[in-house]
């Protein structure tokens, strides 16, 4: 079954404008909400992470948003750049568990 | 260290076949996973070990997927026999073993069997 549910599944935006991708999850066992990157052709790679205890993270023009009571998190890409085009999958995770979404292809537009 | 190592890179098989794919963790590292990644299903995980333990393999598809890690330097994932529907990119990552560490993925095998 999908422990994390991720959307859209597609987003296309123009340089400069905000990239907003969603996931929600099921289990409250979960504690780390990681976000990770991924270009063609190879792994995916850690981005960015927060904790259920802070509503907020934000890292140069990287913020996610956690939503504990709603079990949702989103990703917020400020001034999207034509090389943030990747796939960008959220994960749950609790003890050595990590579950994904089924990921964003985003493409951003010169 | 040269980071999560694995290979083939690619593979080409026919079906029937038997595929072997091989990871080797960062050292030191102790949670080591496979996943697999299509444009339908996006990243599942199919296992993951614990200090070379398999804690749960709840997500291999069927019989014909066996995972093995002997020891804490070496993971294979088996599938035999291979059937087209097993095309995928797989990836095995490793990690610390603490819930909120990062998960360092390999290059991923892309599998084709034909």
């Known amino acids: 079954q999908q422990q994390v549910k991720q959307s859209p599944q597609s987003l296309i935006v123009q340089k400069g404008g905000i990239s907003i991708i969603n996931c929600a999850y099921e289990n409250t066992a979960f504690d780390y909400f990681p976000w990770y990157q991924q270009f063609p052709g190879k792994g995916p790679a850690l981005l960015i992470a927060?904790?259920?205890?802070?509503s907020e993270k934000k890292e140069g023009r990287f913020t996610i948003s956690f939503n504990k009571s709603a079990k949702q998190f989103s990703l917020h890409i400020m001034d999207s750049q034509p090389g943030d085009s990747a796939t960008y999958f959220c994960a749950a995770s609790r003890v050595r568990d990590m579950r994904f979404g089924a990921g964003t292809r985003l493409t951003v537009k010169p | 260290d040269a980071g999560v190592i694995q290979s083939p890179r690619h593979e080409v098989t026919e079906m029937g076949q038997e595929v072997t794919l091989r990871c080797k963790p960062i050292s030191g590292h102790n949670s080591l996973f496979w996943y697999r990644q299509t444009m339908m299903r996006g990243l599942e995980l199919l296992i993951y070990?614990?200090?070379?333990?398999?804690?749960?393999d709840s997500g291999m598809p069927e019989d014909r997927f066996s995972a093995k890690m002997p020891n804490a330097s070496f993971s294979t994932l088996k599938i035999q026999p291979s059937e087209p529907r097993d095309s995928a990119v797989y990836f095995c990552?490793?990690?610390?073993?603490?819930?909120?560490?990062?998960?360092?993925f390999g290059q991923g095998t892309r599998l084709t069997v034909v």
């Open positions: 927060i904790r259920p205890d802070v």
């Open positions: 070990f614990n200090n070379n333990v398999p804690i749960d």
């Open positions: 990552a490793s990690s610390s073993g603490r819930t909120d560490t990062e998960a360092f």
